[in-house]
């Protein structure tokens, strides 16, 4: 029950990841984002599609899907709440749900707050984490659906999963997540470190990617919005961390 993974962009700033099963040969992509770069991914890789796990509705992550099911005969699995919002799809999954891909089982976590919709793939044998743009590197996604009570909620989902676990998420945003990280965590020597190592990797084009989620609960301040000194730093010490959450996100969107 092994997994490899095959990372790369597309468009602008979408991660695009394959999650091969070399028991069986199938291969998963965590959403489609754009047809070339997988196909190319899949062709570099020598591996065929049979799958596609989607996260959201988002056109970023599903423009893809219907001209590769027409090309590969894939199988489209979206969440239940979602899927009259995604193309194409043949399974639906909840929370507390499963998916296989091959010997790969990953558990349904149903994180809503980017879109009301929107789910992540946790492969627990394999420690790995798929959590599109509900939880970034260092950041975490814009609420255009959902209230920043269900985004605290969904995130503290994804944190209450093992330290050794492989976060992936949906784009490249580390460097700009940094940037805003220091200036509401600023006494977070682990948080200053890896902002130091993310304009170092981003200089000469590295991905950032993947993280392990321990390094995300001491650096990322969406993970800590229950953390005293977070909310000391915003001006909002001893308030609920929904409350600092709400506060923190907004500063991220007028950064």
Same mark, same amino acid.
């Given at each position: 029950?092994?997994?490899l993974?095959?990372?790369? !962009?597309?468009?602008t700033?979408?991660?695009?990841?394959?999650? &091969?099963?070399?028991?069986?040969?199938?291969?998963?992509?965590?959403d489609?984002?754009?047809?070339?770069?997988?196909?190319a991914?899949?062709?570099?890789?020598g591996?065929?599609?049979?799958?596609?796990?989607?996260t959201h &509705? %988002?056109?970023?992550?599903?423009?893809?899907?219907?001209?590769? =099911? /027409?090309?590969?005969?894939c199988?489209?699995?979206a969440? =239940?709440?979602?899927a &009259?919002?995604?193309p194409?799809?043949?399974?639906?999954?909840?929370?507390?749900?499963?998916?296989?891909v091959?010997?790969?089982?990953?558990g349904?976590?149903?994180?809503?707050?980017?879109?009301?919709g %929107?789910i992540?793939y &946790?492969?627990?044998?394999?420690?790995?984490?798929?959590?599109?743009d509900? !939880?970034?590197?260092?950041?975490c996604?814009?609420?255009? $659906?959902g209230?920043?009570?269900?985004?605290?909620?969904? !995130?503290?989902?994804?944190?209450?999963l093992?330290?050794?676990?492989?976060?992936?998420c949906g784009?490249?945003?580390?460097?700009?997540?940094?940037?805003f /990280?220091?200036?509401?965590?600023?006494?977070?020597?682990?948080?200053? =470190?890896?902002? =130091?190592?993310?304009?170092?990797q981003?200089a000469? %084009?590295?991905?950032?990617l993947?993280?392990?989620?321990?390094?995300?609960?001491r650096?990322?301040?969406? !993970?800590? /919005?229950?953390?005293?000194?977070?909310?000391?730093?915003?001006?909002l $010490?001893?308030?609920?961390?929904?409350?600092?959450?709400?506060?923190?996100?907004?500063r991220?969107?007028?950064?």
């Open positions: 029950m092994s997994a993974i095959e990372l790369f !962009l597309c468009r700033d979408n991660f695009g990841v394959l999650v &091969h099963d070399t028991d069986t040969g199938r291969t998963a992509a965590i489609a984002p754009e047809v070339e770069a997988i196909e991914a899949l062709t570099r890789r591996w065929r599609l049979t799958d596609i796990l989607v &509705h %988002h056109e970023d992550h599903v423009a893809g899907i219907e001209s590769l =099911k /027409a090309s590969y005969g199988r489209v699995v969440a =239940k709440a979602d &009259h919002r995604i194409a799809v043949d399974e639906t999954v909840e929370e507390g749900g499963s998916v296989s091959g010997t790969l089982t990953a349904i976590i149903d994180t809503p707050g980017h879109t009301v %929107h992540s &946790h492969f627990p044998e394999q420690k790995l984490l798929f959590a599109a509900t !939880l970034f590197s260092l950041g996604g814009r609420l255009f $659906e209230t920043p009570a269900q985004m605290w909620t969904s !995130l503290l989902k994804l944190r209450a093992p330290d050794d676990t492989a976060l992936y784009h490249e945003y580390t460097l700009s997540n940094a940037r /990280a220091v200036t509401v965590d600023p006494t977070n020597e682990d948080l200053a =470190k890896r902002a =130091k190592e993310v304009e170092a981003r000469e %084009h590295e991905f950032t993947p993280v392990l989620l321990g390094a995300e609960k650096e990322n301040p969406f !993970l800590r /919005a229950d953390a005293p000194a977070v909310a000391k730093a915003v001006g $010490e001893g308030a609920d961390a929904a409350t600092v959450f709400a506060e923190l996100r907004e991220k969107n007028n950064f």
